[in-house]
């Protein structure tokens, strides 16, 4: 730590010198500016963490089983990952947060009627639970009031009123009792990806009315304009279950406490933000965070300053500055150095009045405020001014091309013309990266959609959440997703499972396509799937009555044609990052139905475009996709999840590149037309086996025993 401090110290002195040389602050803020406004994306295309938040939200969409009654888990994807709409160079988002609650489960202000009209969503049969206020502002509790059920013939609920409403709510046992609890959330932590934050709650579609003074008081320069007000208050709120710090080691209040949540508020108002406000908040969480002064987790009620305060101080700021002090002149570090010297006459007063509740502070007697309110008001701007050279812009461009990298080898000793120079490379560096970003980000999407489907249930609340989450990332995705989805489903039915249990998941992907640009055709297979699906619940129908096969047939086909539509739409996309090939799924389908000679032509040709390509597309051999595969290459992949059970964990066990699929494709179909063993073409294969051995890093341990395999076939084919 004494070194780390030194360090600092070091940087800082020698960055004043340098200051004092130059005498010009100004030019070393514009030029931080100009770094942070041209180097920080805006989502217009999916990025990684993005693709990860959708996976993970759609995971927890679903029927789940509690107290011997099916529900419905209801996810949302929450804070930061779902308030930034930029990406900036240094990673701003640290976890991903997914608030969920369930369908049969809802909350009303004290006072107000049970509802009879209810969205969708909900269940035939809802607990309604009135919120009743504590003692502190913000904190409630939730007492049984009533239960409804909906009268099937009207489509309104009845309502019955709770005998024992003195029976205040908690939960009967923990949402995860392996899981680590922080606040409201439960963790789960994975190797290689963002943990995951999961919060449940209770729903509420009132604006509560410990807030009811926010929706109309008055706002000078107009932010949030009336339109985004009525958004918010449409959205109501949630209540999370989680006790104030002050009530922690009182048994009862920890147990049946919860807390009035503005989740679903603040994303509506912090995408409304414009890029510079989003930047700001970004800066401060990442300066604050960097200088200890708060916790990580982004949750109001920790022991220091945590990043709710640091959301509080913008939804205040952006209420009460004119447009103008964040657009006329940018500065980005006078800005936030003017707003930590509004944190901290905040800390001095010991005031931090919540943006929504006007009795509740978020300060209280638990936080050292003196202690970092002195640590605040020791920031000068000069130090400021270093901090953003010597740490976050180093740390930003440490994934930069060397060639970049190297020009921030001695950032402290740069002029403002070198520094200049320096992040002017960095900018056309993160501009020329952009598709090769995005391409990534669409490959990670495929392994995931992939994955996913092959460990957990296919229903209808999946799908539509996860199609919902797809379209927001691209157009194109969700048609990868389905395509998925038909092969789920085929593997599923071919193995013995009953049509029935899919019709529902049919016919709810069914309306996405239809209502796509998708050709003709695909609609017109879809039509012929869902008329053959409904058979199966004809009451004089059943799975031996009906062909099975024709109904796998179907899907399989439809399946096949969406995975050459998105990749006809990669191939448009990213085709100048990489070479693309768009018919590896349609030579499979050719091969799988005999037609050799048109699965010949479409490897070779692939073959001959991936060959000595830098990047290598990969297919999944998960079992939705193994379906499409041959027996020998199908007994490859078992052989191998026998000496490694846990194989699948690690997904370069569980992919063949584009080139090794399409070699082999080629070499089976070479080998059943009986190509003569003196042909060239047959010669070439084994040129081309030993270059993709040598393209293939060694630890793709499934691509190797691939190719091998396709060398021992061409052997033992040509001497015998």
């Known amino acids: 730590m004494r070194n780390g401090i030194n360090s600092r110290v070091t940087c800082v002195s020698r960055y004043s010198c340098r200051m004092e040389r130059v005498n010009d602050k100004g030019s070393v803020e514009r030029i931080v500016t100009k770094f942070l406004l041209k180097t920080c994306r805006l989502y217009r295309q999916p990025s990684k963490r993005a693709v990860q938040a959708a996976t993970w939200c759609a995971t927890f969409a679903g029927e789940r089983r509690r107290d011997d009654v099916v529900v419905v888990v209801i996810p949302l994807l929450t804070g930061s990952g779902a308030e930034f709409y930029i990406e900036p160079m240094l990673p701003h988002v640290g976890d991903i947060d997914v608030m969920f609650h369930l369908n049969s489960q809802l909350a009303i202000p004290r006072g107000h009627p049970p509802p009879t009209q209810l969205p969708a969503e909900f269940s035939n049969y809802v607990q309604v639970l009135e919120i009743i206020d504590s003692h502190l502002p913000g904190y409630v509790y939730l007492n049984r009031r009533y239960f409804i059920n909906k009268c099937t013939d009207r489509g309104c609920y009845r309502v019955i009123a709770n005998e024992h409403r003195e029976i205040y709510f908690s939960l009967s046992r923990p949402i ?50 009336s339109a985004t007000v009525d958004r918010v208050i449409g959205n109501g709120c949630d209540v999370v279950n989680v006790a104030h710090r002050q009530c922690k080691e009182n048994e009862c209040m920890r147990e049946y406490q919860w807390r009035l949540s503005f989740s679903r508020a603040e994303i509506v108002l912090l995408n409304s933000w414009i890029p510079e406000q989003q930047i700001v908040y970004h800066l401060l969480r990442v300066f604050i965070k960097s200088e200890q002064l708060t916790e990580s987790a982004d949750n109001a009620g920790s022991d220091e300053l945590s990043n709710y305060h640091i959301k509080t101080l913008m939804l205040w700021a952006c209420e009460l500055k004119p447009k103008s002090w964040w657009t006329g002149d940018v500065n980005l570090v006078r800005t936030c150095f003017l707003l930590l010297h509004t944190l901290a006459v905040w800390l001095t007063k010991a005031r931090c009045q919540h943006y929504f509740i006007k009795k509740c502070n978020l300060f209280d007697n638990s936080l050292e405020l003196g202690v970092i309110e002195n640590r605040l008001r020791s920031i000068s701007r000069e130090r400021l001014i270093s901090w953003f050279v010597n740490t976050y812009i180093q740390q930003s461009v440490q994934n930069c091309h060397e060639s970049v990298l190297g020009l921030f080898s001695n950032i402290s000793e740069l002029t403002d013309m070198k520094l200049d120079d320096a992040v002017s490379a960095v900018v056309q560096w993160r501009m020329n990266t952009l598709k090769t970003d995005v391409w990534e980000a669409y490959d990670v999407a495929e392994l995931s959609i992939a994955f996913t489907m092959s460990i957990r249930p296919l229903n209808v609340q999946f799908c539509i959440c996860f199609v919902g989450e797809l379209s927001k990332l691209d157009a194109s995705l969700p048609g990868y997703f389905i395509a998925v989805a038909f092969l789920h489903i085929a593997h599923k039915v071919a193995g013995g499972c009953r049509v029935e249990h899919f019709v529902e998941t049919l016919s709810s992907v069914s309306d996405f396509l239809v209502s796509s640009n998708y050709n003709e055709r695909t609609r017109s297979v879809l039509n012929d799937i869902i008329t053959l699906a409904h058979k199966y619940q004809q009451p004089a129908m059943s799975s031996t009555q009906c062909s099975v096969r024709k109904l796998v047939e179907l899907l399989q086909r439809s399946a096949v044609e969406l995975l050459t539509t998105f990749r006809q739409l990669e191939a448009r996309d990213f085709g100048s990052v990489a070479p693309i090939v768009t018919t590896d799924f349609e030579a499979l389908y050719a091969y799988k139905h005999g037609d050799y000679q048109r699965c010949l032509q479409l490897s070779t040709e692939n073959v001959h475009t991936l060959l000595y390509a830098d990047h290598k597309h990969n297919v999944p051999t998960f079992p939705e996709f193994i379906q499409l595969l041959d027996d020998d290459i199908v007994s490859l992949i078992a052989l191998t ?19 090794t699929l399409s070699l082999y494709l080629m070499t089976q179909c070479q080998l059943k037309l009986r190509h003569s063993v003196t042909s060239l073409a047959l010669r070439l294969t084994f040129d081309y086996i030993e270059v993709a051995q040598k393209r293939h890093d060694i630890d793709l341990t499934l691509n190797h025993l691939i190719l091998k395999l396709i060398e021992r076939k061409l052997v033992t084919y040509m001497t015998t």
């Open 641 to 659: 999840l026998i000496v490694n059970p846990n194989g699948r964990a690690k997904f370069h066990n569980v992919l063949i590149s584009q080139l």
């Open 176 to 225: 995860h009792e392996h899981l680590e609890r922080h606040g409201p959330a439960y963790t789960h932590k994975f190797p290689s990806q963002l943990p995951v934050d999961a919060v449940y709650c209770v729903r509420c579609l009132s604006w509560p009315p410990q807030a009811a003074d926010w929706p109309t008081r008055h706002r000078t320069y107009g932010w949030p304009d």
